[in-house]
């Protein structure tokens, strides 16, 4: 059972739009939702995270909006660029400071910004 | 600091052959996974070790083997060489303290071909 779930499995964005990702997920323990970035041939790298004592986050064009009581969260990139062309993975996790803390990773949605 | 590094970046086995893929962090942290990436299916968890000593499986450990004798390695040993085994496997590590400033680091990964 996948405990995270993404949507769109790929996305097509045109230079200065905005580029929306959706997750959701059923586990109510999540504490912890981070975003990784990964670019062809790369390992992935977080990008930005949320606690769900917020229901936003934003770092420069990459803001994080959290709905608890619908247990989604999503990524919206802003005035997108080509340079933002790669694969996005939303996650969450809990426990962290125990045995447990494992990230439960989406699917993932491969973003093409044209320029 | 090297951050997480693997060996090798590119393998190609025979069915039936056995290899170990290295992992090693210079961060000192307790917390080592490995993973595995194939198209659509995301990052799914093969095992994982929250210190020396101690290693657990994840969503996906048949046909892999681990062990943990020191802090800095991890290596992930595959015993049978099977074609479902063809996938970019990506090791990461991070702290196991319960700050949410923490992140995981990823490896650049390595790319198996089994025939």
């Known amino acids: 059972q996948q405990q995270v779930k993404q949507s769109p499995q790929s996305l097509i964005v045109q230079k200065g739009g905005i580029s929306i990702i959706n997750c959701a997920y059923e586990n109510t323990a999540f504490d912890y939702f981070p975003w990784y970035q990964q670019f062809p041939g790369k390992g992935p790298a977080l990008l930005i995270a949320i606690r769900p004592d917020v229901s936003e986050k934003k770092e420069g064009r990459f803001t994080i909006s959290f709905n608890k009581s619908a247990k989604q969260f999503s990524l919206h990139i802003m005035d997108s660029q080509p340079g933002d062309s790669a694969t996005y993975f939303c996650a969450a996790s809990y426990d962290r400071g125990s045995t447990l803390g494992r990230l439960y990773f989406g699917r993932g949605t491969q973003l093409t910004v044209w320029p | 600091n090297a951050g997480v590094t693997q060996t090798p970046k590119f393998q190609v086995l025979k069915t039936g052959q056995s290899m170990t893929l290295q992992c090693a962090q210079d961060m000192n942290h307790e917390y080592m996974s490995w993973y595995r990436q194939d198209p659509g299916m995301g990052l799914r968890l093969i095992h994982y070790?929250?210190?020396?000593?101690?290693?657990d499986q994840g969503e996906v450990p048949n046909g892999y083997n681990v062990s943990r004798s020191t802090t800095e390695d991890f290596p992930l040993r595959l015993l049978s060489a099977a074609p479902s085994q063809t996938s970019v496997y990506f090791c990461?590590?991070?702290?196991?303290?319960?700050?949410?400033?923490?992140?995981?680091?990823f490896g650049p990964g390595t790319r198996l071909l089994v025939l």
């Open positions: 990461a590590s991070r702290p196991t303290g319960e700050s949410y400033q923490e992140t995981q680091y």
């Open positions: 070790s929250v210190g020396a000593g101690i290693t």
